[in-house]
């Protein structure tokens, strides 16, 4: 199992900027793929990022395309979502997530963070 508290969310005026920051601890097979994750109220769960451990490889969503960066720091095992030019719709609980390879392959994530709230107001 992994275990990932994150930090860093807050409230921000549009155009600001926050680092979210997630400390991985636990099995490192099962932290192969790391991904952002954020929902908001009354919305779906969205996967705004990730990225294949050990790799130059990241992913992101179309909406944050640009403006959030996610990256890792092994020696730390932390991963950062670095997210500039905030948006009001951006406003949304964020949630780190690990998996393994192979899930990683069909978008499975089954380890989770407790979350971090970020609020983007106009």
């Known amino acids: 199992q992994v275990q990932l508290v994150e930090s860093g969310g807050g409230s921000v005026q549009a155009g600001g900027s926050l680092r979210l920051s997630c400390v991985a601890s636990g099995s490192t097979s099962s932290r192969a793929c790391m991904g952002w994750f954020r929902q908001a109220p009354g919305k779906e769960r969205e996967r705004v990022a990730f990225?294949?451990?050990?790799?130059?490889?990241?992913v992101y969503a179309d909406s944050v395309k640009g403006r959030f960066t996610i990256s890792e720091d092994k020696a730390k095992n932390t991963v950062f979502l670095q997210m500039n030019n905030l948006k009001p719709e951006d406003t949304a609980i964020y949630y780190c997530a690990a998996t393994s390879g192979t899930l990683c392959v069909i978008g499975r994530y089954d380890n989770w963070g407790q979350g971090t709230q970020v609020t983007v107001s106009s």
């Open positions: 990225l294949i451990s050990g790799t130059d490889k990241t």
